[in-house]
């Protein structure tokens, strides 16, 4: 697996990006580009227009070919689920004025669910923002396609035709990363227990391609803040058709396991017998794969789902082969 290369562009560099391009395509001009956060594929301001849509977010994608995935993602997202996800107004690929490819949506109103305040909030008020998502999830999770893989061409006839060499690859990449001191042995020993019993955990065959966001934690999920109802689903990544178990690892990470986001889905849904070790293999390749193709870790994130890998792998009834 190769790194992506990402440009570093400065936040004040990139709001004067951000308004060019929002000017440019939506025949406005922009008042104020306010920067909004960002991760490792992407920089989001929120531009102040003066004439319609009179607000936009633009997202600086720092990785080629990104805008038009998550802008792929956005769109199918949208058609499938009653979750309201941000409409799309533009996307822009890089040249000489503007740098970075750009993907521009509608602004929502509200705050990502990450919010710490949130977790103080009564009973009822998580279990009706839980039911919620779960729900809006379930939604897009019966939208199939005739094959798998990524939206934009799905060409493969079974999931682990896909996934396998994706997991294969990502492996080998760690072990050669461990070998350069450049990824820690404790988590690499972890991969080569959980890649050892690779045919085992994904053993029971997945039987129908489901859309998937790819990247649905709380921090892609907008609410509004005094009621703490979902008002969107933002911020797809590698939105795909796959297993629908793929997008479940994401419900635990950050504090989404506050909410007992993951527990509802399988109390709602059938899943696989393996799933609870699916979901850990699936998040710890996940973020490796993110570490190898940005050279950045968050252990915050990843620190959990080695923890997570190795008490599914110590448990005796993790496995069940059909």
Known sequence: MESIPAQNIDRRIG????????????????????????GSFGMAYKVELEGKPYVAVVKLCKS????EEEALGLRTLKKNTSMHIPEVYFTRLADADIPADCLCMEFIEGVNALKPSFLFYPKRKKQAFANSVIDSMLEYHTCTNAKFGPLVHPVYDTWMDFYRPFAKDVFFTA???????????????????????????FAEPVLRPALLHGDLNVMNIMVEQKSFTPVAFIDPLNAMYGDREFDLFQLNNLTGKAYGLYDLYKSKYPVSKNCDIKCAFYG???????????????????????????????????????
């Open 15 to 38: 709001a004067s990006y951000a308004k060019l391009a929002a000017e440019r395509a939506l025949k406005s001009t922009a008042l104020n580009a306010s920067y909004l956060g960002g």
């Open 284 to 322: 710890l390749w996940n973020e490796i794969s993110v570490f190898i193709k940005t050279g950045k870790m968050f252990k915050l994130i990843l620190y959990p789902l080695v923890r997570n890998m190795l008490l599914q792998l110590a448990s005796p009834n993790s496995i069940t082969i059909p």
């Open 175 to 201: 072990q050669k990363l461990r070998g350069e001191k450049k990824l820690d042995s404790f988590i690499a020993d972890t991969m080569e227990a959980a890649w050892a019993k690779f045919d085992a955990i």
């Open 64 to 67: 080629e070919g990104m805008c």
